[in-house]
């Protein structure tokens, strides 16, 4: 293959390291850890989303405004996130009176 | 002597393709936001039913979903190469690279409808004839009822990329960007990769929760 063709090493590593992440949160899940099988999953999956944010969607180059305007929508994702389970989650803590 | 590629708004290729670059990342962010809320719900009804979401998402094709879970990755993969390749001039090779993207797409596709036909034949989903016996009834519905929206939706997504993925494809096969324009392929692109992310989060909200119980 001509050199201009060849994938950037980055490319590959990225790729198989997401495979690799596949393969591990697929296993972990069928190790009974109790809640933190969630939290391994929900890491993982975290993981595998930074490396396609900054490798693939090449976030890592660092244009200017590209990262607030990237990390807008996933801050007011937070945002919603956070207020609502709050609510939610700590409903049972707080039952109504009477 | 003006350049057809060039509106007539901005200052030159480089400033519109920053510009491009932006309008597809607000985009993504309304994305961000659409499928947020499925997953918020998703969250809200876990916390209060985590018996039944476990018991509902044993029942998911994991075999399936991993495999597309695979399979979208390595699409992702080969439309990152051919963004960076076309940069370098390699337009024809890149064009080969952008379809086999596609290609991998439509097995996506094909793969989900195989499982769709499975959950069918077991009365999973919502609408389609639900049938659940068991004291969770109502959960598995729940949770099926986000398995069928939210993966529809995706679908929906994933879709369109595909379309687009075989157009970005066409041109790049004439040869018409380079090192600097490219604004279409790297745009694309961008959604893409989104796509894949959005696929990510679901995979690992419907297929892995419950597997060690």
């Keep these: ?21 596949l393969a591990v949160t697929v296993t972990a899940a069928y190790v009974p850890l109790g809640t933190a099988n969630t939290v391994v999953a929900m890491v993982i999956a975290a993981a595998k989303a ?39 989650v700590t409903r049972p803590n707080f039952p109504p009176a009477g | 002597m003006s350049d057809a590629r060039l509106a007539a708004q901005f200052v030159d290729l480089r400033q519109q393709h920053d510009v491009a670059r ?55 993969f080969l439309v990152a190469w051919a963004v960076t390749i076309i940069r370098l001039g390699e337009s024809r090779f890149a064009a080969l690279l952008l379809w086999a993207a596609a290609l991998i797409g439509l097995a996506f596709l094909g793969l989900k409808g195989l499982e769709y036909s499975l959950e069918y034949r077991e009365h999973l989903l919502p609408g389609f ?56 392929a790297t745009v694309a692109a961008l959604y893409w990769h989104f796509v894949d992310l959005v696929w990510i989060f679901l995979f690992a909200l419907i297929y892995l929760p419950g597997r060690s119980g």
């Design chain 1, 50 to 88: 930074t490396i396609v944010a900054t490798i693939f969607m090449e976030l890592r180059e660092r244009h200017p405004l590209t990262i607030p305007f990237a990390g807008a929508g996933f801050f007011w994702l937070a945002i919603m996130l956070w207020l609502a389970l709050a609510d939610y």
């Design chain 2, 22 to 76: 932006l309008g597809m990342w607000v985009f993504l962010a309304t994305e961000v936001l659409f499928f947020g809320g499925l997953i918020l719900a998703y969250c809200v009804y876990r916390t209060a039913y985590p018996e039944g979401f476990a018991e509902a998402a044993r029942h998911t094709k994991i075999a399936i979903g991993t495999a597309n879970t695979a399979i979208l990755l390595t699409s992702s």
């Design chain 2, 129 to 184: 004839g639900f049938d659940y016996a068991g004291s969770q009834v109502r959960t598995v519905h729940l949770f099926f009822a986000f398995y069928l929206v939210s993966t529809a939706l995706h679908a929906v997504h994933v879709a369109v990329g595909i379309v687009i993925l075989a157009a970005i494809g066409w041109r790049a096969y004439q040869r018409r960007y380079s090192d600097n324009y490219h604004s279409p």
């Design chain 1, 1 to 21: 293959m001509t050199k201009s063709r060849r994938p950037p090493r980055i490319i590959v590593l990225s790729w198989l390291g997401l495979l690799a992440l």
